[in-house]
């Protein structure tokens, strides 16, 4: 039993903090993915602290993953990671039997899992801490007490450190597919051999006010039936096929004009700032926006803007900052995709993504002139 129980502690120590650290790398990504599980359980007012809410259980988790690896108070830790799984396994049930959340987020970006599949992964951790909790009086220190509380509190401080330094600048390492070096327009197609939807045709009829949907093979009946009247005929997705990594980007201007291609096949530099809310944008940085654009146009660059405000707000935010460059308009969760930072700085060239800069270390021209542009 003692064997069994180190493989279990190793097992569920070393997955919580791959797990955990893979999550604190994006915090803000990880945020995202609980206020969509606040809408699920109608707890938005939560959203409001979902940031620091992603920090702390990313902290929390690699902190009991160390804890279990060092076997420090391993009463109290076994009974906060017993609470922990039980909670994630009810989670990942929920959105599974009622398909409300297609991806846990357990694994950020760096791996997908479907809902069946993170339900039978926490099942399956969830046997293991069983096994820990049983044996949670038996488990000794790695090391000794002394050195094991040393590295367990060294632990919770640098992913204190690690989750916050994520969140105020970017992912140390970036999994999207916005991440530099990828090329927008590529991920934006399917791969080759991909799957496509599976649709059928499906006609739709009343009768009695009750309404009925028919495939063309069953429609003899309903027909022959002088009750039933004709509504609608649609086409009904019935198994969904493979999705290109980027499916919700595109650059439209206020007048709905898609400039996507414009944008993505220019072979010089473009500058694409991207501030997904500006009515919650970063206001510090906004003079330091205004001295890179006019130096852009001195020479010659292209910079623009992209938002999913509406285009009044826009507007009245351009005159208020003296914004003299366009904003365009995309999808808000396409832009808190492509850079966790509002606002951020894209460098494009070909759509391909060169570099970007956080807010907080928004680069001068003569940084970026001498790395990439050299004019």
């Not at 357990?106 to 926490?122: I, M, V």
């Not at 694409?272 to 001295?291: F, G, P």
């Amino acid at each position: 039993m003692k064997i069994i129980a180190n493989i279990s502690r190793f097992l569920v120590g070393v997955l919580f903090i791959i797990s955990g650290l893979i999550k604190a790398n994006d915090p803000i990504g990880f945020s995202i993915k609980l206020d969509e599980y606040f809408v699920v359980f109608h707890t938005q007012f939560l959203s409001a602290g979902s940031v620091l809410i992603a920090m702390l259980i990313c902290i929390l988790e690699v902190g009991l993953g160390v804890a279990i690896l060092m076997g420090y108070r391993m009463k109290l830790v076994s009974w906060l990671t017993l609470l922990l799984i039980l909670f994630f396994t009810f989670l990942t049930f929920y959105s599974a039997y009622f398909d409300v959340v297609k991806d846990c987020g357990c694994f950020g970006d760096a791996l997908h899992l479907k809902p069946w599949e993170s339900f039978t992964k926490d099942v399956i951790l969830l046997f293991f801490v069983l096994i820990i909790f049983s044996q949670r009086n038996k488990i000794q220190p790695l090391i000794n007490e002394r050195i094991s509380t040393l590295l367990t509190y060294a632990g919770l401080v640098l992913t204190t450190w690690f989750t916050y330094h994520c969140y105020a600048h970017l992912p140390m390492k970036d999994f999207r597919p916005y991440a530099i070096g990828k090329n927008i327009l590529q991920g934006m197609q399917l791969p080759p051999g991909a799957k496509t939807d599976s649709v059928v045709m499906v006609f739709i009829y009343e009768k009695n006010g009750q309404k009925v949907e028919v495939t063309p093979d069953k429609l003899g009946p309903i027909t022959a039936d002088t009750a039933y009247k004709f509504v609608d005929r649609i086409d009904k997705v019935i198994r969904e096929g493979d999705k290109p990594a980027i499916h919700d980007f595109a650059i439209r201007d206020a007048e709905d004009n898609n400039l996507t291609n414009d944008y993505l096949t220019r072979p010089d530099y473009v500058f694409m700032l991207v501030a997904y809310d500006l009515e919650t944008t970063d206001l510090k940085v906004q003079s330091k926006i205004n001295d890179f654009v006019g130096l852009c146009q001195q020479k010659d660059v292209e910079f623009f803007g992209i938002t999913s405000t509406i285009p009044t707000t826009t507007d009245k935010f351009r005159h208020e900052h003296q914004s003299m460059f366009p904003y365009y308009f995309c999808d808000a969760t396409a832009l808190k995709t492509i850079i966790r930072s509002n606002p951020g700085l894209v460098l494009l060239k070909n759509g391909t993504v060169i570099d970007m800069w956080h807010a907080n270390d928004f680069p001068t021209f003569d940084e970026v002139n001498q790395k990439y542009l050299k004019k």
